[in-house]
């Protein structure tokens, strides 16, 4: 059974970056595809990006790309999200997640990310 | 604005039968059989309830239940439990270049 398990919480300044890892224990990360899903307060799902098999490659939701950098460290079955250019909308709950085929059956615990001055 | 279009609340009584409605596009929900309903409980993250439009997960009771119909999908969810309480998202794989949508979300309350 794939469990994530997800760094702290981190607070921030505007105009600075945020790297959140997620832990894979149960299989090796090389054989998942994950995916970044983001929730402001109050708000509702927002899929950042992942890992399309079909392609081989990352794809970035197109409001993100250009600040955001999803990598993995396949050492250690460490994946990370890091938002760069941080602004106040950006505080929100960041979830990884697995896919298979196109639905997501395991999420990290989340990791709450406050960007304030 | 999300993708998809989600009533923002629904409401049941304990045993009652209510049904949560996703609506997309043909590049999305009604282009692909790749809709998946999400719970989530205050504070918790997401839990896959169905996949594939209708399937549901190993543990999820069958009183959770997904159909599809054009644009439109839609989970029910029949004997409605006090522990049901909670929101529901849909998703989809869409042809856009935004590989996946999330609906909204939609309140569930039992009433």
């Known amino acids: 059974q794939v469990q994530l398990v997800q760094s702290g919480a981190e607070v921030k300044k505007p105009g600075a970056s945020v790297k959140v890892s997620c832990k894979v224990s149960?299989?090796?990360?090389?054989?998942?595809?994950m995916h970044w899903v983001r929730q402001a307060p109050g708000k509702g799902l927002e899929w950042m990006g992942g890992?399309?098999?079909?392609?081989?490659?990352?794809i970035y939701a197109q409001k993100f790309q250009g600040r955001v950098t999803m990598t993995e460290d396949t050492s250690t079955d460490t994946a990370y999200m890091e938002l760069s250019s941080l602004r106040s909308e950006d505080t929100a709950v960041y979830y990884c997640a697995t896919s298979h085929e196109w639905e997501l059956p395991n999420w990290g615990q989340g990791t709450l990310v406050t960007v304030s001055s | 604005q999300s993708a998809l279009t989600q009533p923002a609340s629904v409401s049941g009584s304990p045993g009652q039968s209510i049904t949560i409605s996703c609506t997309g596009t043909s590049s999305d929900v009604g282009g692909y059989n790749y809709v998946s309903w999400y719970q989530q409980h205050p504070g918790k993250a997401p839990k896959l309830m169905i996949y594939e439009v209708s399937n549901r997960p190993s543990g999820v009771p069958d009183r959770f239940s997904g159909s599809k119909s054009g644009n439109t999908a839609s989970l029910t969810i029949s004997g409605l439990q006090a522990e049901d309480e909670a929101d529901y998202y849909c998703?989809?794989?869409?042809?856009?270049?935004?590989?996946?949508?999330f609906g909204g979300g939609t309140k569930l309350t039992v009433l």
């Open positions: 149960g299989y090796t990360l090389t054989e998942l595809s």
């Open positions: 998703s989809s794989y869409t042809s856009s270049s935004t590989l996946w949508v």
């Open positions: 890992f399309d098999p079909e392609d081989g490659e990352t």
